[in-house]
């Protein structure tokens, strides 16, 4: 099996800064994509930003420049840093990896539980 696990939610005011952290962690071989997603009460889930195997990176445009991903492989960890938080970014944040659980396997799409983040005018 195979978990992934948020951390760095909270409250904070417009303008501050926090730092979502993700653990993969179980039977994991390989994790090739990482990703962050949040969800607004009543609204669909959306993109925040993603990172490959190649540390490439692709951000939502309402995020760009304030938000930066990165990924640590060596502890199957990936994190979102957010800056100049706005109210707007008030969200259930959830992490999103595409994890090989062995060798040859197939590639599998997992979830965190997710963590919220509250930013106050």
């Known amino acids: 099996q195979v978990q992934l696990v948020e951390s760095g939610g909270g409250l904070v005011q417009a303008g501050g800064s926090l730092r979502l952290s993700c653990a993969a962690s179980?039977?994991?071989?390989?994790?090739?994509?990482m990703g962050w997603y949040r969800q607004c009460p009543g609204k669909q889930r959306e993109l925040v930003a993603t990172?490959?195997?190649?540390?490439?990176?692709n951000y939502a445009d309402s995020v760009k420049g304030r938000f930066t991903i990165s990924r640590d492989n060596a502890k199957n960890m990936w994190y979102l840093q957010m800056n100049s938080l706005k109210p707007e970014d008030t969200a259930v944040y959830y992490c999103?990896?595409?994890?090989?659980?062995?060798?040859?396997?197939?590639?599998?799409?997992?979830w965190g539980r997710g963590t919220q983040v509250n930013v106050s005018s």
């Open positions: 999103n990896a595409k994890i090989q659980r062995w060798y040859q396997g197939p590639w599998n799409n997992y």
């Open positions: 990172i490959t195997s190649a540390r490439s990176t």
């Open positions: 179980g039977s994991v071989f390989t994790i090739n994509a």
